[in-house]
């Protein structure tokens, strides 16, 4: 039975409160000050290949977008990414984190010390958005109904815990708690308007499980490479490698 509009973005929110990455013991670790500085530069290194991603996976999506009024709204996240004129955008501002953890940004941007299950995560979601359905595709972005509760708890936690954090150094997270809700609104409202029958809810609600997925595996290959006992992937960064000049091995 197809569910109320109200019943269907109840479910929605249910997923993100089981299956967000905010759950994950890697965040925990990182907001609760934990996490050695090679353990945030390996989640910096990584986190990069997804930040840089999003843009060509929205690009993606909008080369089949047939409707002009959908197209324009969903610019605008590309332009938050890669930037406009009068908007540096969160690839640079991510940047300016990797130089704040004492990364050579070259290096970060350059996605060499990727490792491969993070590659495998974020193409995948890449390969969704390009070949599901625009319903599935937008249901999938949907995890951003639950990012600003842990960018300000990341915000929080990182000014509290590392010297490093300032607030250029989280520039990227602060734009976020602007940029995101018009984006989640948006795109909450049209998956409601286009999931109109059990099935189209069915699809939309095993998309949002999927990019949860995506965001829970990177951490969880995160945790096995860096975290005690390590066990880094051949090609993945190690400690030591990519720093910036001046910047201190842990």
């Not at 890669?82 to 940047?95: H, K, Y």
Request: aromatic share 10%; glycine share 6%; proline share 5%.
């Amino acid at each position: 039975m197809t569910a109320t509009r109200e019943e269907f973005e109840a479910r929605l929110r249910q997923i993100g409160a089981e299956r967000y990455h905010d759950l994950h013991p890697f965040h925990h670790r990182l907001h609760g000050g934990g996490c050695t500085p090679d353990e945030v530069r390996a989640w910096v290194i990584n986190r990069y290949y997804y930040q840089h991603s999003i843009p060509m996976k929205d690009a993606a999506f909008m080369s089949r977008v047939e409707d002009p009024a959908l197209r324009r709204a969903w610019r605008s996240r590309i332009e938050d990414h890669d930037g406009t004129d009068t908007n540096e955008g969160g690839i640079r501002r991510w940047l300016r984190l990797a130089a704040a953890v004492g990364l050579d940004p070259d290096y970060v941007a350059s996605c060499q010390g990727v490792m491969p299950a993070t590659r495998f995560a974020v193409d995948a979601y890449v390969r969704f958005v390009r070949d599901k359905t625009l319903l599935e595709a937008v249901a999938a972005s949907l995890t951003e109904l639950f990012a600003p509760k842990i960018h300000a708890n990341r915000i929080e936690g990182l000014l509290r815990n590392y010297a490093f954090a300032d607030d250029a150094a989280l520039s990227y997270f602060r734009n976020r708690l602007n940029e995101a809700p018009k984006d989640v609104a948006f795109g909450l409202a049209w998956v409601l308007d286009h999931a109109d029958t059990a099935e189209k809810q069915e699809m939309a609600a095993r998309a949002l499980m999927f990019k949860t997925d995506v965001l829970w595996s990177q951490l969880d290959a995160l945790w096995g490479a860096y975290v005690e006992p390590a066990r880094i992937p051949p090609g993945a960064w190690r400690p030591g490698e990519g720093l910036a000049p001046g910047a201190e091995a842990a």
